[in-house]
């Protein structure tokens, strides 16, 4: 695959956030089991995000995997791109400010989609 058809998609990550202070780590991940749902200073609730900034069709998260913490500006993501074909060719998940649920919207040779969610921890693992 050529340099150009990567660096658009590269781009397009810098969208989220690549270090946080409210992300974590597989190594300061907590178990899948155990849900934290709190409250911020306001008493808004902050919902708990998969994040994943790269995985392909098949395949396990290749960078980026863990936990944010979506503030209130923020909602969980998934993030898929589909060559014009329909075929996926790459998924990426995080916390997004200011996210809106699109579809199909034409990227150079891509089309990218946008799925939001606020009702619940890791809400956008199934998205």
């Given at each position: 695959m050529g340099k150009s058809l990567l660096l658009g998609p590269l781009i397009l990550f810098c969208c989220f956030k690549a270090h946080c202070p409210h992300c974590q780590t597989p190594d300061s991940e907590s178990t899948d089991d155990e849900m934290v749902f709190s409250e911020d200073n306001s008493g808004e609730k902050v919902v708990q995000c998969?994040?994943?900034?790269?995985?392909?069709p098949g395949e396990k998260c290749t960078r980026g995997r863990g936990r944010c913490m979506a503030t209130p500006e923020e909602a969980c993501t998934v993030g898929k791109i589909f060559t014009r074909d329909g075929s996926l060719w790459l998924t990426f998940m995080g916390?997004?400010?200011?996210?809106?649920?699109?579809?199909?919207?034409?990227?150079?040779?891509?089309?990218?989609?946008?799925?939001?969610?606020?009702?619940?921890?890791?809400?956008?693992?199934n998205l």
């Open positions: 998969r994040m994943c900034h790269l995985q392909f916390c997004l400010k200011n996210c809106a649920n699109v579809r199909n919207i034409p990227w150079s040779i891509y089309l990218v989609s946008f799925k939001c969610c606020r009702g619940y921890n890791l809400c956008n693992e």
